[in-house]
DNA sequence: CGGACTTTTGAAGTAATTCAAGGGGAGTGG
DNA sequence: CCACTCCCCTTGAATTACTTCAAAAGTCCG
């Protein structure tokens, strides 16, 4: 078994940045694995909480679903990620389901050893802290932006995040690094998939971007800037 | 100087509970007190971040502006809570503003404190793990709430959620305990205040709410959350 | 090659915003 | 105590950004 590539990759994660090799040890002795192929789900909502998990390779949706069947994306989960924070919070149930969007591979940890871990190793905790605030923070100017921004603009801050954490250079731009329907982005922007459909082959008129089926490549990222950050007047 | 009713407050807050006698006296002889009018600002979006604090008394409103001006309110901060949690999660700004809309009574500690208690106490790491994890998913439901519904249902979520933690029994129903204007709700609902007032007036005509300036009663909780939960069709 | 899913595009409908104007309450200062 | 001002609130009417409805075309896969 290799288990050092894994190591290595531990100490990179946001979330056990700066532990010792002791605490790696343990980590890694206590970790299970999971594959999952695409379209597998990782953890429902509502499920009881039982594991952590740290996405080593793939891509994985956070989705959010309301009583009407009704579901918004809160977020894409990539390499070196946390998904399934709610093991980290100390939450019985999860709030929102995980499916993965690519063939992905994760390792684990049942709740009782990441509570052991965060006793044993502050710096872990600590970590958390951090990379929860940092998407406290995401949220909130999503919030934002759904609440002031008209749907082009909240489509090109959607495009250019996802560019930004999962962006690959192409020859034809950046191109989102995952399958992503006009459904997808409609459930991420909070609009319609008729909208984000006519949106796109707008901007694809115009040569801002260049899109197939579940995929998106930005050409003149610069041009989506000036369209989302622009000043209104 | 009266120091026992903090210290016996510290015990009970979300972040300190749980703690030692030891901690709590540390906790004790580190804090800086504070004291806000209301309209005070205890802090602004984009300033270095210096410190945390402690709601004891009054209520406080954190907001998230835009360049343009644009606000959202994220949300009221009451007693016992904590506001200004950049110095907990280590970033360097602070990512929205807070007012306070009452008297209000908080105590405060420098960022360097705040890192040091985490890291002699464990604890109090978690327990604000815990605590941000609510808040986000808070924010998630909000999400949900702004990407999927219409504006009268989010009014009627917003009220039943400020009814609910800071609501007070009165005779004519559960009176939101602070200032809140058709302003206010329209920040965090993601709406205008002419579309609140619309429907305020239409709910005070229905003996479901009655309100006055800055004022709000549920009278007919209940009928709001028909409102708000019905069962599409 | 059938079938399921994704995407596109037009047309109709509408929820909510924007525009506009007036009324009222609270505080201030003369 | 009255006049003045500053918000806050209300209510119509016009406008519009976006959704909903509808249908068809494209694309992938077994």
Redesign the interface.
Known sequence: MDYSPDLDLFARTELFQGTSPEALRFLQASAGRRRLAAGDILLQQGDRTTSLFVVIAGRLRAS?M???G?Q?I?RYIGPGEVAG??A????DTH??TVTAVDDSHLIGWTSAIV?QI??RY??V??N???L??????E??????E???ERVERRIGHTLLRLAHQSGRRTARGIEIAFPLSRRDLA?MV?TTLHTVSRTLSAWEERGIVSCGRCRVVLCKPHALVAIA?E??E
């Open positions: 959010q309301a009583q009407d009704q918004i809160i924070y709610a980290l919070v100390g939450s709030p929102g509570r965060m006793e502050p710096i905790a600590i958390a802290l951090t929860l605030g940092r998407r406290y923070h949220m909130q100017i999503r919030l934002r759904l609440s002031t459930e909070g950050d000043e209104e």
